[in-house]
């Protein structure tokens, strides 16, 4: 699964490697041809191919979260119609960059009759389509989810009909752990390792 794009005149020279892969895209945005960058006698990387738009993909990495509280993010009675919103600023480091948010999200004390909650991008329109359905009052329901953030890294969770709703973050898909809040990474990834990290990813992008 590729991130959200990152889109530049001409591949970044401070983080291209050589063998890096990238997209040229036409003045529509579709993609129209594969290229790779190639080191010159200077030790610059160059665009094999000339295009006037060149895209790179950043790698997702699934770093689990630490399992205790603060895992926590959302715990809010939506009543019909309600729409909710799940903030996962808290959960990243300084400009640390989310791709999405996995975690168990969670229904109780549900109003009876045709019952769904619907999970979207803040700053998007609520599509039709639904994370978790229920039929009967007071249903107590859970279910993995992928949660996809939008404007300042929050998810909005949509209410058809009223319910208490939980989610707990299981993991995170990230361009790297260093993207993670150390306080929130689960026990065995300390800050080096996410730095160690980070390092690796940039030197390994085209494998991702």
């Given amino acids: 699964m590729s991130s959200p794009l990152r889109t ?14 990238f997209v040229q895209a036409g003045s529509n945005g579709v993609p129209t041809q ?11 990387s ?3 191919a000339i295009g ?14 630490k399992q205790d509280s603060s895992a926590r993010a959302y715990h809010q009675v939506l009543p019909k119609g309600g729409v909710g919103q799940i903030n996962f600023t808290p959960f990243l480091a300084p400009n640390g960059f989310l791709i999405a948010a996995i ?3 969670q229904v109780n004390k549900a109003q009876g009759g045709n019952g769904y909650l619907t999970l979207f991008p803040n700053g998007t329109g609520r599509p039709s389509i639904s994370a ?18 939008g404007n300042n890294n ?3 969770v949509y209410a058809a009909l009223g319910a208490e709703v ?13 993207s993670v809040n150390d306080n929130h990474l689960a026990p065995g990834l300390a800050a080096s390792n996410s730095l160690r990290a980070e390092k690796l990813r940039q030197q390994h992008s085209a494998r991702f």
């Fill in 8 to 21: 530049s005149r001409w591949p970044d020279p401070a983080t291209s490697k050589s063998g890096d892969f």
């Fill in 34 to 44: 594969l290229l790779f960058t190639h080191e010159s006698s200077n030790g610059s």
């Fill in 46 to 48: 160059n665009p094999a």
């Fill in 52 to 65: 006037s738009v060149y895209t790179d993909y950043l790698a997702n990495l699934f770093v689990p979260v």
């Fill in 103 to 105: 975690g168990v999200l």
């Fill in 132 to 149: 978790i359905t229920w039929l009967y009052p007071n249903d107590r329901l859970s279910t993995l989810a992928v949660a996809i953030p």
């Fill in 154 to 156: 929050i998810v909005n």
């Fill in 166 to 178: 939980f989610f707990d973050v299981v993991g995170l898909l990230v361009p790297s752990p260093a």
